[in-house]
């Protein structure tokens, strides 16, 4: 009889300790965060600045392609419109015959400069190219953003 008891006694603590194992495993769902909100897709061609009515992200991204490319400017404005000796500099907040407005720049850009202020040679309508009415307004919109703060 002693031994009987013995036996059950060993038997209940084993089923016990087995329990205790089984519960003891963690609730791993309570630690699951919810699904991560959507990133907002970045827009990284957007410039920071309010562009000026009219002007794209796209048409600013053309014009820096036109600027070193069918519209030849950086061979006188230098590669970012930095100026050199014979065309001056685009970055700044300085102009010598426009008022830096999106239009002027456009407007400039079309009639050229027959007189320059303080350069040598003078800049053809265009840049003396035949790049399109478009392609103006898009390396026009590139100029502007180079002058707007950093
Ligand atoms: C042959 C050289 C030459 C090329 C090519 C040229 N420019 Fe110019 N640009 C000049 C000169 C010279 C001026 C006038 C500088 C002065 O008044 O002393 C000027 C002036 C400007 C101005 C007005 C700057 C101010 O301070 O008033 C803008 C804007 C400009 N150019 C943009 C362009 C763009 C955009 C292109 C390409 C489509 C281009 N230029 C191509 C020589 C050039």
């Known amino acids: 009889m002693k031994n009987l008891m013995r036996y059950s006694t060993i038997l209940l603590i084993l089923v016990m300790a087995s329990c205790g194992g ?23 061609a957007a410039p920071s600045m309010d562009l000026p009515e009219g002007v794209t992200a796209a048409m600013v991204a053309e014009g820096q392609t036109i600027f070193t490319s069918a519209g030849i400017c950086f061979t ?8 050199g000796p014979l065309a001056p500099n685009l970055t700044d907040e300085e102009w010598l015959n426009i008022d830096g407005s ?6 400039n850009i079309m009639t050229g400069v027959p007189e320059p202020k303080e350069h040598p040679g003078l800049m053809l ?19 502007w953003t180079l002058s707007q703060g950093d």
């Open 22 to 44: 089984e519960k003891g495993a963690p609730a791993a769902d309570d630690a699951q965060p919810p699904a991560a909100e959507a990133t907002p897709a970045a827009s990284e």
């Open 76 to 83: 006188c404005h230098m590669e970012g419109g930095v100026g």
């Open 102 to 107: 999106y239009e002027s720049i456009v407007s």
């Open 125 to 143: 309508p265009k840049g003396g190219t035949n790049i399109t009415d478009e392609q103006v307004q898009a390396v026009a919109a590139y100029v």
